[in-house]
């Protein structure tokens, strides 16, 4: 019988069994907990607690307000001792988008392999990247740590990075200063250093119903909804014809959008309310409450001809969500290990929100790299390549070179 193959063997041609791979049974275990974000993750994260803690980890967790979801932090002490300094954050979510409506050829929730590929919700955002890390650590404490070595496993990063943002909170106090972060987001194993900042908001006009035969007594709130949109439009227009550009982004513009709008009951009826949401995903010399302010000031002026009919109409914003941008110098320590463990000089930017900018603004700076593409993320069907996670596997071992003393 042969010897199993090495990760880095298994990276230097192409594998078609999954069974050949170090963290086939962790990815089918992690994708097997149905952990849609409005769902408890706690029967996962309860797992791999017992995972960790059998190979002798600390961990901690930090609970949302019903404690029916949580984020675990775990630490594996370096063989010197050293629990808190210059470790490294392999950091993932928990958390998974619904499947409801989409077409599944199979159940989501049980890995399946075909031609290459492992089909299921999660397998590329993103539990294969958590799934190996936490599969390779048995061979991280066989070679000796010679530095400290967290995972954060958080809840509800699909629905803005909310949960993460407790379990940062807890790291200052508790005195841990790791070196850095590789939070493993699908960027086809690519080492990205920097990524977009986002920010969400939701408008709501309130008009006046009338019968359709006389709409000048009323106030149309679906007409006044869309004059708003077309200005985000144009403005989205502007962004990608005159505004700054950087061209290490796959979209090298801030981009802005409506998606989602709602308004009206009947065509014979003057609309009396609409609400749509639009976000703007900008790059960091861009200025998101500056974009939001314009589009605030245009909404005023449909006020004046709305309070002549009546003074009870409105124009209203909610802000949904802020998500930072970050942008990790080549030079730091952090992206020279990630070029590392990539056994690459590449560094590239993306257009996605993630949680590296959290850990970027606490002083945990951060890089991204993962197995699969966003592409294939929240997509019915979703799917990874088995050669996406034999480079993960290599990752992790170039990274065991790096973080051990054997
Ligand atoms: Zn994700």
Request: glycine share 8%; aromatic share 8%.
């Amino acid at each position: 019988m042969n010897a199993p193959a090495t990760p880095r063997e298994l990276a230097s041609r192409a594998i078609t069994r999954p069974e050949d791979l170090v963290g086939y049974e962790l990815i089918r275990t992690l994708v097997g907990f149905p952990t849609v974000s409005r769902d408890s993750n706690l029967e996962l994260i309860h797992w791999v607690r017992d995972y960790v803690e059998r190979h002798g980890a600390t961990t901690s967790l930090t609970f949302d307000d019903d404690r029916r979801k949580a984020n675990l932090f775990v630490t594996f002490a370096a063989q010197d001792g050293n629990a808190t300094t210059g470790g490294i954050v392999l950091s993932g979510h928990t958390d998974v988008v619904p499947v409801d409506g989409q077409p599944w050829n199979t159940d989501p929730f049980t890995v399946v392999h075909k031609d290459g590929r492992l089909y299921g919700r999660g397998v590329t955002d993103m539990k294969s990247f958590s799934a190996i890390g936490l599969a390779f650590v048995p061979r991280f404490l066989a070679r000796g740590l010679a530095r400290p070595l967290h995972f954060a496993l958080s809840y509800d990063e699909e629905i803005g990075c909310i949960g993460v943002r407790r379990l940062i909170a807890e790291l200052a106090p508790r005195g841990v200063q790791p070196l850095g972060c590789i939070v493993g987001e699908p960027t086809g194993m690519e080492l990205v250093v920097a990524h977009k900042g986002k920010m969400s908001w939701r408008c709501r006009v309130r008009g006046h119903e009338a019968h359709s035969s006389l709409t000048p007594h009323g106030v149309n709130a679906v007409q006044v909804a869309c004059e708003i949109v077309a200005y985000i439009a144009r403005r989205a227009r502007e962004f990608r014809d005159a505004g700054a550009h950087d061209g290490a982004y796959d979209v090298p513009f801030t981009t802005a959008h409506v998606g989602v709008i709602r308004g009206g009951t009947a065509l014979n009826i003057v609309p009396r309310d609409c609400t749509f949401e639009f976000e703007v995903r900008h790059l960091p010399m861009d200025d998101p409450a500056a974009f939001f302010r314009d589009v605030e000031a245009y909404a005023q002026r449909f006020l004046p001809e709305m309070h002549a009919v009546d003074p009870a109409t409105f124009i209203e914003f909610d802000h949904l969500s802020t998500l930072p941008g970050f942008d990790t110098p080549d030079e730091s320590a952090i992206a020279s290990l990630g070029r590392d463990c990539n056994a690459t000089h590449a560094c590239g930017k993306v257009s996605f929100g993630t949680e590296a900018a959290l850990f970027h603004n606490a002083a945990v700076p951060a890089v991204i790299c993962g197995p699969g593409h966003i592409a294939q993320a929240h997509q019915p069907n979703e799917w990874v390549a088995l050669d996406q996670l034999a480079r993960c596997e290599a990752f992790m071992e170039r990274l065991a070179d790096r973080l051990c003393t054997a």
